[in-house]
């Protein structure tokens, strides 16, 4: 017998009805709640194959659901990295499988790793991934393309198959230079100093110069500054194929943040101070901006608690995210249009997605605090820990089943 959920608004304060098919029955009056569509989350790290110790997709849907995320992309810096052909049709097989087991059937795509090696195995895949995903600088494995002449193929190849390409926007030289004349003892605060804004800029200029010349589709991901904002504005203006990403973990963490949390906000790129943010919330307005990121990259809390220079970079944050933006909203930082804009309406066009009946419904007038016990990533932690948040989801529709947050 389908379920009935009744009166919920739309954000153009319409009211309709919803009938859920295979769900229990239930008739819910849910006049209090908004319909959004369901998000989608162009940047995560589900840590599969071999981190699984980490995250595994059993429990990063979990995650993704509380979140009101029913769509994911998954980055291909796992072990061993997604570069060839095998490699994906393996990943594919044990995300699948893990899936199945838990009854969630949670929309995926996978980025295919951009290796100097392993160039020609893009060629293969061109049907079977989202895009390409280049590191210009050292992150979390092994995965960096720091040579002119691994750039130029990537970006060719890519504008030749009519694919697209996200890159992980830090210049490796800068940073290595940086490092060995860093003299001032390390500490977590270090972080922000030794991936400067300016090595972030250098691979954003080139990465737009690339696209200049190829044509090739450009996303750029985790945009964390003002600097790189005025050059990606500029690219839009000149009518060049650019898009780009922030997070919420730079939209409302800062360079402060280090003081209360250590290890656990250590992450590329790093923390800006809170000028960038007014930049990027700017950005978002006038659409300089295109989505959010989570750049969900969990770690064990014994991971993250361990000194300067041995704790791995990476924040989880999908299941934060929603009501991070929800709570912006009652702070008038964000309209609600603005919100779906960047969760859902824009990934949707920029990476050519088909239209679905997904939905998340939230309560604007939930205040709840963050906890981690509460949390279903596997990590079991958020730096947003403690924060009382105005406005969350309390059920997610996905492939019509339906999901009770509460």
């Known amino acids: 017998m389908p379920s009935l959920i009744k009166n919920v608004k739309t954000i153009d304060n319409e009211k309709i009805d919803l009938e859920i098919n295979n769900a ?51 980055m291909p810096n796992t072990v061993p990295a997604t ?20 009854g969630i059937p949670l929309r995926y795509q996978l980025f295919f790793g951009a290796d100097k090696n392993h160039l020609t195995e893009i060629y293969k895949v061109k049907d079977a991934v989202v895009g390409i995903k280049v590191f210009m600088g050292c992150s979390t494995g ?35 230079e940086r490092k060995a004349n860093y ?43 003002a600097d790189e904002i005025n050059l990606i504005r500029k690219a839009k203006q000149e009518g ?29 790129p790093p923390l800006r101070d809170k000028s960038h943010q007014a930049a990027l919330f700017q950005a978002i307005h006038d659409g300089t901006l295109d989505t959010l990121g989570t750049d969900h990259a969990p770690h064990t809390t014994t991971e993250k608690n361990q000194p300067y220079g ?4 990476g924040v989880p944050g999908i299941e934060t995210a929603l009501p991070l933006l929800l709570n912006a909203y009652h702070e008038k ?17 920029i990476f050519d997605l088909p239209s679905n009946n997904d939905m998340v419904l939230v ?21 947003f820990t403690g924060r009382t948040l105005k406005g969350w989801p309390v059920y997610t529709i996905l492939k019509g089943h339906l999901y009770d947050l509460t």
């Open 183 to 225: 003299k001032a003892p390390l500490n977590y605060n270090s972080h922000s100093e030794l991936r400067p804004v300016e090595a972030a800029v250098c691979a954003v200029e080139k990465a737009i110069a690339l696209t200049r010349i190829y044509g090739t589709k450009l996303y750029i991901l985790h945009v964390s500054s």
């Open 83 to 102: 570069i060839t052909t095998e490699l994906l049709q393996q990943k594919k097989a044990v995300i699948d499988a893990q899936l199945k087991e838990i």
């Open 363 to 383: 309560d604007l007038n939930k205040q709840k605090t963050v906890s981690d016990q509460q949390l279903k990533t596997k990590c079991g932690w958020s730096p």
């Open 24 to 74: 229990e029955g239930l008739v819910i009056d849910a006049g209090h709640l908004i319909a959004l569509p369901a998000l989608i989350d162009p940047h995560v790290h589900f840590r599969t194959p071999g981190l699984e110790h980490k995250e595994d997709w059993r429990t990063a849907a979990k995650a993704s659901i509380y979140g009101g995320y029913t769509t994911v992309f998954d």
């Open 240 to 268: 060049l194929p650019v898009f780009a990403e922030t997070t919420p973990h730079h939209l409302f963490l800062h360079t402060g943040d280090y003081e209360k949390w250590g290890g656990k906000v250590v992450m590329n």
């Open 333 to 349: 930082l964000l309209s609600l249009e603005e919100i779906v804009a960047l969760t859902s309406k824009n990934a949707r066009k």
């Open 142 to 176: 092994n995965l960096v393309i720091d040579d002119d002449n691994s750039l130029h193929a990537v970006f060719a190849i890519a504008a030749s198959l009519n694919m697209l390409v996200a890159v992980h926007a830090e210049d490796e030289h800068m940073l290595k």
């Open 310 to 313: 041995t704790c791995p970079c």
